[in-house]
């Protein structure tokens, strides 16, 4: 059975055994009972909490076992901190000598365990959206691989739907860090792209407690629609204090909220937030011809029977992801290497970058050398919050 343990320095819960085992059938052993260790970080404390246990949560349902070995996943908390992301990361690769590092699940994190993972050849499956953790797919980057989709392609679906809706002026509030300069990189080339003027850039920190200034001077230029680069329950609070200074115009935010604490801490406030997102926070509402509802309507409904009713979040979708991919590409590396080994890291490593049309809860992947990512426009589609819920939105 699956092993997980927790990091005391940031009070990780220790899931038992039989608990985790429970959570999904496991397919028979292969002979061999070398354990694939699987190395995960994640924000489950601190102000990427709402996104790390979800995503834990979903992990909680992988079988226990990755191309018919032993699966052994270690789970430790980051408390949001880069800095004991990467103390996370050295311990998993140089320690415990995993197979494979899943996490971090914030793009400072990320960006911070690059190091680490490829100096010693292990390859990282991070579960964030921003391409710079990827891209180029060269030196330290080759180790690198993502769940989410790209900022860039939330960017592209944002900025379409704006056009067809006559926004011509937009500002800009977004965190002061890899994730909200990412965002203004990608809004910036697709809002000149389809003639959109970004007419002011605010940039805040995820522990503030207040943006009234920078919400003040963006609301300043009269923009036709304001963009809030945020992630989590702290993108909360640049729209109350819009809504609260009087602002009446359509309030955009990115992928990263979606989760029910944004709504439960947003309340009324963020009731028409638009927003980009993947497919199954919208699950139930896809049309039925699109070809990822079936499986991200079965995470769901999976999901949601085991953690309650509007419990899923993209973000478990991200993470409910990662299995498949992993076991896909486990079940080729098995053929040339045994777990434990360099030589499997490096086999792991090829064969992640060998996905086809593998069709995951929140997207179809196909990798590829060039892209470590994979996933298409069918994992972008957009999204509006009404009546306390996450909807599907055709543009």
Do not use: C
């Not at 819960?13 to 009972?33: G, M, Y």
């Not at 109350?240 to 115009?249: A, C, F, H, V």
Request: no cysteine.
């Amino acid at each position: 059975m699956p092993v997980l343990s927790s990091a005391a320095r940031f009070a990780a819960t220790v899931i038992s055994l039989t608990a985790f085992a429970a959570f999904a059938a496991a397919p028979a052993r292969a002979a061999s009972d070398t354990p694939i260790k699987v190395g995960i970080d994640l924000s489950s404390t601190g102000p990427a909490a709402a996104i790390g246990i979800t995503s834990k949560n979903a992990m909680l349902m992988w079988p226990a076992t990755l191309g018919g070995h032993p699966a052994q996943y270690t789970i430790l908390d980051d408390g949001s901190d880069p800095g004991a992301a990467v103390r996370n990361v050295r311990r998993f690769v140089s320690e415990d000598k995993v197979d494979v590092v899943v996490g971090p699940n914030t793009t400072p994190s990320a960006l911070a365990a690059l190091d680490a993972v490829a100096e010693t050849g292990t390859p990282m499956i991070t579960l964030v959206g921003t391409s710079n953790v990827v891209e180029p797919q060269q030196g330290k980057r080759i180790w690198a691989f993502k769940m989410a989709q790209n900022d860039a392609a939330m960017a592209d679906v944002v900025t379409r739907y704006m056009s067809n809706h006559n926004v011509k002026t937009i500002g800009f509030i977004g965190f002061s860090d890899g994730y909200g300069e990412s965002w203004l990189q990608q809004m910036t080339k697709f809002a000149e792209l389809r003639h959109i003027q970004i007419v002011d850039v605010e940039r805040y920190n995820r522990t503030d407690a207040s943006v009234t200034g920078q919400v003040l001077k963006v609301m300043a230029t009269k923009p036709d629609a304001i963009l809030i680069a945020g992630a989590g329950t702290p993108a909360v609070l640049p729209q109350r204090t819009l809504i609260e200074r009087g602002y009446k115009g359509p309030i955009y935010q990115t992928h990263g909220i979606a989760t029910p604490e944004f709504i439960r801490l947003g309340g009324k406030d963020v009731e028409g937030t638009l927003f980009p997102t993947q497919p199954v926070v919208v699950a139930r509402d896809l049309p039925a011809d699109n070809p990822i509802k079936k499986t991200a309507l079965d995470f769901v409904t999976r999901y949601e029977a085991r953690y309650g009713a509007g419990s899923v979040t993209q973000f478990a979708g991200d993470a409910a992801g990662v299995y498949p991919l992993l076991n896909d590409a486990v079940t080729r590396a098995l053929k040339t290497a045994q777990p434990g080994t360099p030589e499997f890291r490096a086999a792991l490593r090829d064969s992640l970058e060998q996905t086809h049309e593998l069709v995951v809860p929140n997207g179809i992947v196909s990798t590829s050398k060039a892209d470590h990512v994979g996933l298409d426009q069918r994992a972008s589609v957009m999204g509006i919050i009404k009546g306390g819920q996450f909807h599907y939105l055709s543009q």
